[in-house]
């Protein structure tokens, strides 16, 4: 199942940034590149199975507590991308979609600083 919905995206992003028989010959092909609009990227990473969340993440006090936050989430199986941000106490990740949120919050917590989702509406914000 997995490696056919990769099949699926990997063809779809071919249709979307490869030039087109119907494409003026011998134009720089950098110009020739569709550019993906950002609802054409957020379909794609659906198919993937993936989703971005933000952390609010409270204790931290130095690059050293960040360094360790982001090296424990970057662990985690089906977490990616993993950015945390001191002055503004978040984080930023992309989960896959079998990887609950509170599993993500419960390791934060492990380590001793607090976690919960930032959520706007009914919107996870991504920074």
């Known amino acids: 199942q997995g490696s056919n919905d990769m099949s699926k995206v990997e063809t779809e992003l071919k ?24 609802e054409a990227a957020t379909d794609l990473e659906e198919g993937c199975g993936t989703r971005r969340i933000a952390l609010q993440i409270t204790g931290m006090t130095c690059a050293s507590c960040v360094s360790k936050v982001e090296r424990t989430i970057s662990s985690l199986r089906g977490v990616s991308n993993v950015s945390v941000n001191l002055l503004t106490e978040t984080a930023g990740l992309e989960i896959s979609a079998d990887i609950a949120v509170d599993d993500v919050v419960r390791t934060v ?16 914000l991504y920074f």
């Open 109 to 124: 917590e492990n380590l001793g600083y607090g976690a919960k989702e930032k959520v706007s509406g009914s919107k996870a």
């Open 15 to 38: 249709q979307r940034l490869l030039p087109s028989p119907q494409d003026p010959p011998g134009e720089d092909p950098n110009a020739q590149r569709r550019v993906l609009s950002a």
